[in-house]
């Protein structure tokens, strides 16, 4: 069974060489129960209208089933907005608002930018001079550049991108919720065939 990023194999090969980097990386944001029994990654750029259209169901999963840990993965790969709202939303996890800007960011019309994911964080109460400051820190980039790197391995071409442990789960035209949920359960009864 073939999937537009690859195949099965591939995928789960390449999530057993890089489990902790994807599950338990500690420059990755997750919400949801980070205690939680089954782990649902996602990769995603602020200004891809398909990751707009479905972080509505990666919510409505973590608010229905309080047992999933849900990592989120700023993948920025449509330019340089892109890559600078990444860098403020990346950022702003040493203030504890990470969750908040980013479902804001998601909630925003139009195209992200530096200056609008800036205002959106005075608003929700960060420290904008401070967020500033470690935007440039070298953490930042390097977290970027290793989600990139990560992506490559996984042989993701685009975003969004979902696993669920170690199976990928398209992004479909809808129904996402049906198959994260379905592809948790599927987890929960057969576990992960290359560790998660």
Known sequence: MAWQFGGWVRTERAVALNREAIFRSPASFVAGNPQGDVSVVAFFDHNCPDCRERAPDLAKLIATDRKVRLVLKELPVLGPDSEAVARVAQASIAQGKYFELYQALFALPGRATKDKALRIASELGLDTARLEADMQDGSVA???????????????????????????????????????????????????????
């Open 142 to 196: 390097e977290a970027l550049a290793d989600t990139k790197h990560l992506a490559k391995s996984l042989g993701v071409r685009g975003v969004p991108f979902y696993l669920v442990g170690d199976r990928a789960v398209a992004a479909g035209p809808d129904g996402l919720y049906d198959r994260l949920a379905s592809a948790v359960a599927d987890i929960r009864t057969y576990g992960c065939r290359a560790g998660c």
